[in-house]
């Protein structure tokens, strides 16, 4: 029987794997030019992250990062959803890996009966695209996006996602 991977929030020992599996899916498998030295938040995600409203989760199978997700606190009760990534070999209904994720997240952002999660993403990342529509995400033009949303240069497509404050109504997509 397959194991399903453990979801945590971020502790620093594991900032080396996280920045390599990101750098990893982001460089080699999607060839987007980024680097790590574009993402100084990877190297200060407990002080980024997980601040306010913000949080930084992991995904782990027997104790290697297979995936991330967090939630950056941008004030008005709003967050932006950053850093979703999964492995290549955990993606997809045999481990779950990328609903549980945002199962995490999303019951988080009730907890704290946030209003609103924002996300940009990349035109490439086309099962993303699928994933977050299928889960209750609407896209928006970037005009709608709040002034305080951090837009990063990748980011062409953004969404929107409503918090419903009802820890009952969360129902992932898989």
């Known amino acids: 029987m ?12 594991y900032q080396q794997q996280v920045v390599e599996l990101i750098l990893q899916i982001q460089q080699q498998e999607f060839q987007i030019p980024i680097s790590k030295e574009d993402q100084p938040d990877l190297f200060t995600i407990e ?5 306010g409203n913000g949080n930084f989760w992991i995904a782990l199978y027997h104790d290697q990062v297979v995936g991330t997700i967090s ?8 967050v932006a959803l950053r850093k979703m990534f999964v492995h290549k070999g955990y993606r ?11 199962e995490k ?3 988080w952002a009730q907890e704290k009966s946030l209003k ?5 993403t990349t035109p490439q990342f086309l099962a993303a695209h699928r994933f977050y ?12 996006l709040p002034q305080s949303f951090p837009v990063l240069k990748v980011d062409k497509k953004f969404y929107t996602y409503t918090v419903n404050n009802n820890p009952s109504n969360v129902r992932i997509y898989r």
Not at 92 to 102: D, E, M, P, W
Not at 133 to 144: A, W
């Open 133 to 144: 529509e299928k889960n209750g995400f609407v896209e928006i033009n970037d005009t709608m």
């Open 71 to 78: 939630l950056l606190d941008i004030g008005n009760n709003e």
């Open 92 to 102: 997809g209904q045999t481990y779950k890996t990328a609903s549980l994720l945002l």
């Open 116 to 120: 609103a999660i924002y996300l940009g």
């Open 47 to 51: 002080s980024f992250y997980q601040t």
């Open 105 to 107: 997240a999303l019951k």
């Open 2 to 13: 397959i194991q399903i991977p453990i979801i945590k929030e971020y502790q620093d020992h």
